[in-house]
């Protein structure tokens, strides 16, 4: 019995194509739409490459990329077929093409599926991506000096002013390296040799933060020295008074703003993958349809349209009796019911009698 059985005159038919064929280029527009957000999403990872560890923080603008490639070629050639199938003489040119085409373009509807669902995956990898790169961004800090390094310093201190950051997940992370260059540092001071003596690793490490930590909108000119010891300050208790730098980590920052970037993207992903499915629906009915017409061979009459020619179960039956038989096409058939045609085939001699074989000479 036949999924979802719709019965269409000449009338609905004619007007299913018009539709559809909009769709479809309603559909391109989509594609360029879903191309556009990945080529989007990839820049803005890009211009913060260098404060992400190497990994698959790519995977989803590439595979929104290639979608939205995909989807404006599979739906140009869907607006065309659509266009062609109101009248019955050309559809005939596409009847063998049709169904290749409705299997294809569900396939690449599950791939835009797939790209939605994987924008709200993606989270983790970034964190960690995000957490790997500052952690050696804020440890390079320092080496203005060292070619590949140098422009490190200026990165981390835009993106700490831009994002409203400090550290990689919070100012305290600048107390455990060394942020202040050797060139800076007065080596014949001996507050700057006893500190120096006083780490087991040699380092010059100080309770404080680069002054790109600083909030501007604080009413408190900035403290960025000394921020744990009270003394060194009028007035000042860090554990009670709100601190006049960023506190928010810059993984934490970054992370939020991939995220809602990623969520809206996932979102018009999933509209775009319900719109496409509808317009594959469609392509289904009317091809049914217009299968059916051919056959009955009237076709200015009535025919009937589905999804499945038979129930769920039937055709996922059918379609494992495929599967299992591809690997048998060397063997032979007993589905049809058809023997070998080599079997039982009377031996001929072309009319010659009393024909004698050569034996094999013998080996000397």
């Given at each position: 019995?036949?999924?979802?059985?719709?019965?269409f005159?000449?009338?609905?038919?004619?007007?299913?194509?018009?539709?559809?064929?909009?769709?479809?280029w309603?559909?391109?527009?989509?594609?360029?739409?879903?191309?556009s957000?990945?080529?989007?999403?990839k820049?803005e990872?890009k211009?913060r490459?260098e404060?992400?560890?190497?990994g698959?923080?790519?995977s989803v603008?590439?595979?929104?990329?290639?979608?939205?490639?995909?989807?404006?070629?599979?739906n140009?050639?869907?607006?065309?077929?659509c266009?062609?199938c109101?009248d019955?003489?050309?559809?005939?040119?596409w009847?063998?093409?049709m169904l290749?085409?409705?299997?294809c373009?569900?396939?690449?509807?599950?791939c835009i599926?797939?790209?939605a669902?994987?924008?709200?995956?993606?989270?983790?990898?970034?964190?960690?991506s995000?957490?790997?790169?500052?952690?050696?961004?804020?440890?390079?800090y320092?080496?203005?000096?060292?070619?590949?390094?140098?422009?490190?310093?200026?990165?981390?201190?835009m993106?700490?002013?831009?994002?409203?950051?400090c550290?990689?997940?919070?100012?305290?992370?600048?107390?455990?390296?060394?942020?202040?260059?050797?060139?800076?540092?007065?080596m014949?001071?001996?507050?700057?040799?006893?500190?120096?003596?006083?780490n087991?690793?040699?380092k010059f490490?100080?309770?404080?933060?680069?002054?790109?930590?600083?909030?501007?909108?604080?009413?408190?000119?900035?403290?960025?020295?000394?921020l744990?010891?009270?003394?060194?300050h009028?007035n000042y208790?860090f554990?009670?008074e709100?601190?006049?730098?960023?506190?928010?980590?810059?993984?934490?920052?970054?992370l939020d703003?991939?995220?809602?970037i990623?969520?809206?993207?996932?979102?018009?992903?999933l509209?775009?993958?319900?719109?496409?499915?509808?317009?594959?629906?469609?392509?289904?009915?009317?091809?049914?349809?217009?299968?059916?017409?051919?056959?009955?061979?009237?076709?200015?009459?009535?025919?009937?349209g589905?999804?499945?020619?038979?129930?769920?179960?039937?055709a996922a039956?059918?379609?494992?009796?495929?599967?299992?038989?591809?690997?048998k096409?060397?063997?032979?058939?007993?589905?049809?019911?058809?023997?070998d045609p080599?079997?039982?085939?009377?031996?001929t001699?072309?009319?010659?009698?009393?024909?004698?074989?050569?034996?094999?000479?013998?080996?000397?």
């Amino acid at each position: 019995m036949a999924v979802l059985k719709v019965k269409f005159t000449k009338t609905k038919r004619d007007k299913l194509a018009q539709i559809l064929w909009i769709l479809n280029w309603v559909s391109v527009v989509s594609g360029i739409i879903l191309f556009s957000l990945g080529l989007f999403l990839k820049i803005e990872i890009k211009k913060r490459n260098e404060v992400m560890a190497k990994g698959d923080v790519n995977s989803v603008p590439n595979m929104l990329i290639s979608v939205g490639v995909i989807a404006c070629i599979i739906n140009f050639l869907g607006g065309k077929i659509c266009y062609d199938c109101s009248d019955a003489n050309k559809f005939s040119r596409w009847k063998l093409v049709m169904l290749p085409y409705i299997v294809c373009t569900f396939c690449f509807t599950f791939c835009i599926l797939v790209g939605a669902l994987m924008c709200y995956t993606m989270r983790n990898e970034l964190e960690e991506s995000l957490y790997l790169g500052l952690r050696d961004a804020i440890k390079f800090y320092k080496d203005t000096d060292i070619p590949g390094r140098c422009f490190l310093k200026k990165t981390v201190d835009m993106l700490q002013i831009g994002f409203q950051c400090c550290g990689n997940n919070g100012f305290r992370d600048w107390f455990a390296i060394q942020w202040v260059s050797a060139r800076y540092l007065n080596m014949a001071s001996k507050e700057v040799l006893d500190r120096l003596k006083s780490n087991v690793d040699g380092k010059f490490l100080v309770d404080g933060v680069p002054f790109s930590c600083c909030n501007p909108s604080s009413p408190r000119p900035c403290i960025q020295y000394q921020l744990t010891n009270n003394s060194a300050h009028y007035n000042y208790d860090f554990l009670t008074e709100e601190l006049n730098i960023w506190v928010k980590g810059c993984r934490e920052a970054l992370l939020d703003y991939y995220t809602a970037i990623m969520r809206s993207i996932g979102i018009t992903a999933l509209f775009i993958w319900l719109f496409e499915l509808s317009v594959l629906i469609g392509v289904r009915y009317l091809q049914t349809a217009m299968k059916n017409v051919l056959l009955l061979g009237d076709l200015e009459g009535e025919s009937d349209g589905w999804l499945l020619e038979n129930s769920f179960v039937e055709a996922a039956k059918y379609n494992i009796s495929i599967i299992k038989n591809l690997g048998k096409a060397n063997q032979i058939s007993t589905v049809s019911g058809m023997n070998d045609p080599n079997i039982d085939v009377q031996n001929t001699n072309c009319g010659k009698t009393n024909v004698t074989t050569k034996s094999i000479p013998a080996a000397s």
